[in-house]
Each structure stands twice: as C-alpha cells, then as structure tokens.
C-alpha cells in the first residue's frame, strides 16, 4: 500500500459510504481491485463520462432550465422533466429499443467471457426493474427471501453492483 493509499482511503470509504448510504458489509463486498482494472482500460473520454455517472453529473434538461432557462421537459418523450433518474426510464420507442439493444449487447459481452448463468439473470432482472420501478432501492435479487444456498450469493454480489 502506498502512502498516499494509507493516507486517504479512510476517508475516501467514509465519503463513498455516506453519499451512496452503503453499509460498511456491502462496501466491502465491492472488488475495488476489479473496478480499478476496468477503469484504467477506459479512454480519457470514458473515464470521464463514467465518472461523470457515478456522480450523477450527467447534462439534463432540468439543469439546462435551472442555468440556461431552456425547457426542463425531456426530448424524447416529451412528457416528463428529464431528471438523471429519468433519462434511464424514459418510456419513448427510441430510447426504449435503445436501452434494450445495450442490455442485449451487456449480456452477450458477459456471456462470452462465461459469466454465470445466475448472474446473466440477475444483471438482467435488476436492470429491468431498476429501469421500471420509481424507486430503486426497492430493487432486491430475485431469490430475496429464500432459503436458496450458493446462487444467492452470486445473485446478491451481481445486484450490489447497481449502486451507480
């Protein structure tokens, strides 16, 4: 561990514990080594707009309105403002083939590199219900209550990682 590491990553848990309220147990359950692995494969373009994700920092006409005083209504569906929590829910034809093309494409990404069937079917329910439920900490792994051994496991470690 380098100094630096020793020097700030108890605060840097604490920050990302607070502002994603995630107990200590499931923290720690992240592989923080696999994330840094990913994240250094990304261009300087994709580091910045994942960042820019996890900090829920993404451009929204609600933001364009409040700085600009634009229309806060969304493009696509013309219906609703378009809030960061919209832009993945947005129910237009567009957007909807759209977010099923990429989750088709996530699934066969993960499925070429033999990913477990019960994690396949969990990223694909939880994605599914994140995007439909209003909230999304009501979004639980399928088994949720069960008495089910090993899959649960595998079920729960591939939902805990929708905390974006």
């Known amino acids: 561990m380098t100094l630096h590491d020793t020097l700030h990553s108890t605060k840097l848990q604490q920050h990302i514990m ?7 147990q499931v923290f720690n359950q992240i ?6 692995k990913s994240f250094v494969k990304l261009t300087r373009h994709q ?14 006409n609600r933001q364009n309105k409040l700085y600009y005083g634009t229309t806060n209504i969304c493009p696509m569906c013309q219906q609703t403002e378009e809030t ?10 567009p957007v909807s083939t759209i977010h099923q093309a990429l989750l088709t494409q996530l699934l066969d990404s993960l499925l070429s ?14 994605m599914q219900q994140w995007v439909s439920e209003t909230d999304p900490s009501t979004v639980h ?7 089910k051994n090993g899959d649960i496991y595998l079920q729960v470690s591939a939902l805990s990682c929708r905390c974006l």
């Open 18 to 24: 607070k502002k994603h309220s995630l107990p200590l």
């Open 31 to 36: 592989h923080w080594d696999a994330h840094e």
């Open 47 to 60: 580091k910045i707009h994942t960042c820019k994700l996890i900090h829920a920092l993404v451009n929204t």
């Open 84 to 93: 960061f929590l919209h832009v993945p829910r947005c129910s237009s034809e």
């Open 113 to 126: 590199i033999n990913t477990p069937r019960q994690i396949l079917l969990s990223i694909q329910y939880g």
């Open 141 to 147: 792994a399928p088994s949720r209550g069960s008495l």
